[in-house]
């Protein structure tokens, strides 16, 4: 049976607007490539586990909305819930 995640992946571009609008913000790092090579590595690691890993790339302005709708924080677990939906 063939696993599968799927993976947040958050564009440079939209950096600015994402630190904006999350809840979470000190547990974030200070700039997109140090979150981008964190990304590699996770990603990288579910890979060798046997994992088919999806990037997922969030639309920030649809996030924020799903959020909004829930009534919850734009944090960590929002964003996982928001992912996994996708």
Known sequence: ????INMAYYRKEDRNMFIASIDDRAKMHDKWEDWHAEYLKAKT??????????????????????????????????????????
């Open 45 to 86: 690691r579910f890979i060798l586990h046997g994992f088919t890993v999806k990037d997922v790339i969030v639309d920030i302005n649809e996030l924020k909305e799903y959020c909004k709708k829930r009534g919850i924080k734009n944090d960590g677990s929002a964003r996982s819930q928001f992912v996994i939906g996708k």
């Open 1 to 4: 049976m063939q696993r599968s």
